[in-house]
């Protein structure tokens, strides 16, 4: 990757430019120090080509192993990335405002029930244990004396479970004491049961989309009047149902399953948040790539019914408003010069978010063509 310092005054030239809802004619975008302005100085004249600018691309749900995964977003046009979940702190903290790569925020540890499969499986701290409802205050309590960003909750499914899954009481309790603290609460919820439960407590995103079934239309109308988004994950979900030979359509479980809920979700207007679950996690069902699968997630959001303007807002202004990065999201003056340089007009066709030719994260270009 070629760089250069984020500081330099430069220009775009000759670009149009998406802004939330159709391309504008050919402009100029002026960078200065860092940030997008509204008018540049002496610096350097980027030659856009015709090309179509975005802004940087936001992934809502990540995990990460290592650094490299940083590059691998970076080369992808995902200037942003939420960690949804990690056992290591000390990695996360390692990774945070790497100059030129991509910014991170982070759940830090899930709450999670008392030997949940998620927890044993990776490992997490006893500490992520979350004994009851008198137990919420100390567990948001350690994630915040940690740096976490946000709250993130595994909701399984008490009837097959049992006492492993956090109950509907200590889930509500979680809720509050996150909201007291000032973080927004994430629920890990793949199956009808855990949706509802979810709901129930008030937790503002719903992450993944059950497979089995689509969700009911009470669940979508709670969903929308208490205001709670949803990052469905399709990438995870397709590759989950592909390994295990789920069919594509008819009565069984299936991606079709997850679609028909994205379309239902769509039509009531609840936001809908792009994320993948990409991670290289042992034991996991499927691991999507970092970076090349945020690409494949806006298709299938166009495939379950999004335009490719409202999948690339998923990715961006949504992304950023929901989680409350203000710096970000669209290219207007004030903001980070997070930004994508394209070949041709994903508007036609989503897939050529691929035809990237040029990647700046905060001013900073990390990848060209060239």
């Known amino acids: 990757m070629s760089t250069s310092a984020s500081g330099n ?25 860092g940030l997008i302005a509204t008018a540049g100085g002496d ?27 940083l590059r691998e977003f970076a080369r992808f046009g995902v200037t942003t990335a939420l960690d949804m979940g990690t056992n290591s702190p000390t990695l996360i903290d390692s990774m945070r405002k790497v100059p030129g790569l991509t910014d991170i925020r982070s759940a830090l540890s899930p709450a999670f029930g008392p030997s949940g499969r998620e927890l044993t499986a990776n490992t997490f701290a006893l500490s992520a244990v979350v004994t009851g409802p008198d137990d919420a205050e100390r567990f948001v309590a350690d994630r915040a004396g940690e ?7 595994i909701i399984e499914d008490p009837a097959e479970k049992g006492t492993a899954a956090l109950n509907g009481e200590t889930l509500a309790a979680l809720v509050v004491a996150a909201h007291a603290q000032g973080f927004l609460t994430i629920a890990h919820a793949s199956s009808d049961a855990a949706v509802q439960l979810g709901i129930n407590a008030g937790v503002d995103i719903l992450t993944h989309v059950p497979l089995r079934s689509p969700l009911t239309p009470g669940q979508v109308a709670a969903m929308k009047s208490k205001g709670i988004a949803i990052v469905p994950t399709l ?20 991606i079709h399953q997850v679609q028909q809920s994205v379309t239902d ?21 499927f691991s ?33 408003e929901l989680f409350r990065l203000q710096d970000r999201g669209t290219i207007v003056p004030g903001l980070r010069a997070d930004l994508v340089l394209l070949g041709s007009n994903p508007l036609e066709d989503i897939s050529r978010t691929r035809d990237i030719r040029a990647v700046w994260i905060e001013g900073e270009r990390v990848q060209s063509s060239s």
């Open 235 to 254: 990438s995870m979900m397709e590759g989950i149902g592909a390994k295990f030979a789920m069919p594509t359509q008819g009565p069984g479980p299936g």
């Open 9 to 33: 005054s430069f220009a775009i030239n000759n670009v149009r430019v998406f802004d939330g809802h159709g391309l504008s004619s050919l402009r100029t975008v002026f960078v200065e120090g």
């Open 265 to 285: 979700i769509l039509a009531a207007g609840v936001r809908i948040v792009a994320g993948t679950d990409a991670n290289n996690t042992p034991f996991v069902p």
């Open 147 to 153: 740096g976490c960003d946000y709250v993130k909750i």
């Open 43 to 69: 610096g350097e004249v980027v030659e856009g080509g015709g090309g179509v600018l975005i802004p940087g691309l936001i992934d809502a749900h990540v995990h990460f192993d290592s650094p490299e995964n």
């Open 288 to 320: 999507p790539k970092h970076g090349e699968s945020l690409h494949g997630e806006l298709q299938l959001l166009v495939g379950a019914g999004l335009t490719p303007a409202q999948a690339l807002v998923s990715a961006t202004a949504s992304a950023a």
